[in-house]
């Protein structure tokens, strides 16, 4: 079925070009080249395929060029190939048709690559071939006659080296000189054939001919220092090892080593809202800026030495090939649970924090396997629920030990990230039985050559995704901390009491305020878990995010503002509250309830916001909070009612 | 009734050429788009340490496919 696809733009900065290639193949990088950070990304409506777009400024002209996912074929078996194929016919709305491709072609894979050239040059579309990786294809031994290719592809071909720059003016003519030409179908790829399996012999073979005629091999076909690496990288035994290490590493960069500029962003924003404090006339102005505006863009900004770290890491690793070595070792155990072999980062990176894992899933190609992982990625226990977790069992489980020597709060942290862990493996497979219901994607992937990454390309995708952060998820973050900030400020709680001190009368406030109605509200329905309407504004609050939960407690309880876990007036607070019918409010079975709750609830504002980014879209979002909240009542209920049987009996 | 080689029956560093790909679904075109098709030169180089998946080479390229795909390619024994 030949659908050409061309159109000449309305103007000239209305030129279209797109960039099509595999993965792997540099296309990123002369994206990268050719744009700088004149670039924007999006999604496509309703998926989670990325949208890259960017300005492309050449001597007399600026073009548009649009970033297609990296494809193997324009054949549509998944969602990326079907977008790709929407671009170029120009289904996708807002978009114009693109006026010419650029075909980003890998020297060093040529037949593999041709492939999808084959596909372009089938429906005719205006084309120019940026040949890549010469350099590295020459030192294998292989010698690419340029013109040969072109003149039996019938396209022209440009050599580039997008990290120098070399052949990106040459690019530049050869894509005007293309606009809107329509390409001339050889006659050896012509056939009237519409069955696919047929078709992808022809293609074949077309390109074995086409290889044939234009590249010479000076010698072997060299895999020599990649195997040399392999052998120990994807060693049965070692591989695991190094693997273990480098995760290890990028666990603890985002968990430890980001903290010091974390640390610094919230000292910096907090110094900033006393500034707002001293220079504005006390009242509503002062707090809504302080309180409000200041402490919601450092709640979002906050999240940036993790993005930033993670990655940086992500971009190495891709970059250098070691990130499909690490999905090839992994892959067996993640199929099991219906995951990608390149899943594993993700998820242990959100063990740190499920912000940038979620970000970090955009490495998983396929979009169902990537839905599948962002949906289960806020399962893996996070660093807000530990302040939770350690205030709960410093109420009361500091000090039992089984066994003589194993503290239960050693055992009940274990518990809790393995209740976490099974959460997640449960809703990826009921996701896989239902509504992500469709044969299994093939995994199929490359094992590229290892490379060395080039700097300038890291730091700026590093830079990028940390703007994109802050672009699109900021937004939501902001929008969201100023509700909650505004639910607990009003209405105002005025009193006469002269004698009332400042922690009192914040505990006042809190109390009488919206959130201390809506935790009115919900008493009903969080007194089978054992809570009381306090905890449930403790609950309401940590919405913003879960460490939240620990300072809320803290007004609640008049222990004060600023305290943090490890407070022992919280500690104590928490053991001698009481409900309003005198008896206490915690027990050993509600800290533990709380806990489950904990484990298995979507209470984070921030991680909300990123899926329904990285999803683009409400249903899944919305979905994962009904699932996540379901799990969480149920599980919580379920700890509540049956240790209240145990312990009565 | 001859036995059937499959690409997931050979061992490492075995080289065959590709006979069929069998099956109708999107394993067996991604396969072939991949360019294991009849006619190919393809070489076990290693399998991942719990069995799957397994690391091949054609056309000049790695490959990593999981077990349970590489049993719908075909090899001439």
């Known amino acids: ?649 | 009734m001859e036995k059937k080689r499959t690409l997931a029956g050979l061992s490492i560093g075995e080289t065959a050429v590709v006979k069929e790909v069998r099956g109708e679904s999107s394993i067996t075109k991604r396969l072939m788009e991949m360019g294991i098709i009849p006619g190919v030169s393809i070489e076990v180089i290693k399998t991942a340490p719990f069995g799957s998946p397994i690391q091949v080479r054609l056309r000049g390229y790695n490959l990593a496919i999981r077990r349970n795909e590489a049993e719908f390619v075909e090899i001439i024994p």
């Open chain 1, 1 to 649: 079925m030949k659908d050409s696809f061309i159109k000449v733009g309305d103007s000239p900065s209305e030129i279209v070009v797109a960039l099509a290639g595999n993965p792997n193949a540099g296309k990123t990088t002369l994206f990268n080249a050719l744009t700088g950070l004149r670039q924007k990304v999006a999604n496509y409506p309703g998926v989670t395929v990325e949208r890259k777009e960017g300005i492309w400024k050449t001597k007399d002209l600026s073009l548009q060029l649009i970033d297609l996912p990296g494809l193997y074929s324009l054949e549509a078996t998944s969602i990326d190939e079907q977008i790709a194929l929407d671009v170029l016919t120009g289904k996708i709305k807002g978009l114009t048709t693109p006026s010419v491709v650029i075909a980003v072609v890998d020297a060093t894979n040529l037949e593999r690559n041709l492939y999808l050239v084959t596909q372009l040059i089938e429906k005719e579309t205006p084309l120019v071939i940026a040949l890549t990786m010469v350099d590295e294809a020459e030192k294998n031994g292989l010698n690419i006659d340029t013109e040969k290719l072109s003149q039996m592809l019938g396209v022209s071909v440009v050599a580039v080296t997008a990290s120098t720059g070399r052949g990106l003016d040459e690019l530049a003519k050869a894509v005007k000189a293309n606009i809107g030409k329509k390409t001339k179908v050889p006659e050896r790829l012509q056939s009237e054939n519409n069955d696919h399996t047929s078709r992808i012999f022809k293609r074949y073979s077309f390109i074995a001919e086409v290889v044939q005629q234009s590249v010479s091999y000076g010698g072997q076909r060299d895999h020599k220092l990649s195997d040399k690496i392999d052998k120990v990288l994807t060693h049965r035994f070692w591989g695991l090892v190094i693997l273990f290490f480098v995760l290890l590493i990028v666990f603890q960069a985002i968990f430890s080593w980001a903290s010091i500029p974390m640390e610094f962003l919230d000292k910096a924003f907090g110094n900033l809202a006393d500034l707002a404090r001293t220079h504005l006339p006390a009242g509503i102005i002062a707090d809504l800026v302080a309180d409000g505006i200041i402490a919601g863009v450092g709640a979002v900004l906050v999240f940036l030495p993790q993005i930033l770290i993670l990655f940086l890491f992500i971009s190495i690793l891709e970059d250098t090939g070691y990130m499909a070595r690490a999905a090839f070792l992994m892959d067996k155990i993640m199929s099991k649970f219906g995951l990608h072999g390149k899943a594993f980062l993700p998820l242990i990176s959100s063990f740190a924090c499920a912000i940038p894992g979620i970000m970090a899933t955009r490495t998983i190609e396929n979009p169902r396997d990537r839905l599948t992982t962002i949906l289960i990625a806020p399962f893996m226990s996070c660093s807000a629920r530990l302040p939770v977790y350690t205030v709960m069992i410093a109420a009361f489980f500091s000090d039992q030990t089984i066994l003589g020597f194993i503290s239960i709060g050693a055992v009940l942290m274990l518990a809790m990230y393995l209740l976490g862990i099974s959460a997640a493996i449960l809703i990826a497979f009921i996701l896989k039985k239902t509504l992500l219901k469709s044969p299994p994607p093939p995994f199929v992937m490359e094992l590229p050559p290892y490379r060395l990454p080039a700097f300038k390309n890291i730091i700026q995708n590093m830079l990028l995704r940390g703007l994109l952060f802050v672009k699109r998820a900021g937004t939501i973050i902001l929008l969201i901390s100023m509700i909650l900030w505004a639910l607990a400020y009003f209405p105002r709680y005025e009193t006469e009491n002269n004698e009332i001190t400042e922690v009192e009368k914040a505990s006042e406030q809190i109390r009488h305020s919206y959130a201390g109605q809506l935790g009115h509200l919900i008493e009903p329905v969080i007194k089978p878990l054992g809570f009381d309407w306090k905890i449930g504004i403790a609950l309401i609050s940590s919405f913003a995010a879960r460490e939240v939960f620990v300072s809320t407690l803290s007004i609640i309880y008049n222990v004060g503002k600023d305290q943090n876990e490890n407070n022992s007036n919280l500690v104590e607070a928490i053991r001698i509250a009481k409900k309003d019918d005198g008896s206490p409010a915690w027990t050993p079975l509600t800290a533990l309830t709380l806990m489950v709750f904990y484990v298995l609830a979507m209470q984070c504002m921030s991680t909300v916001a990123v899926v329904r980014r990285e999803t683009n879209s409400w249903k899944w979002t919305l979905l994962m909070i009904a699932y996540m909240t379901i799990l969480a009542y149920t599980a919580a209920f379920l700890t509540h009612q049956i240790g209240s049987l145990f312990l009565k009996g």
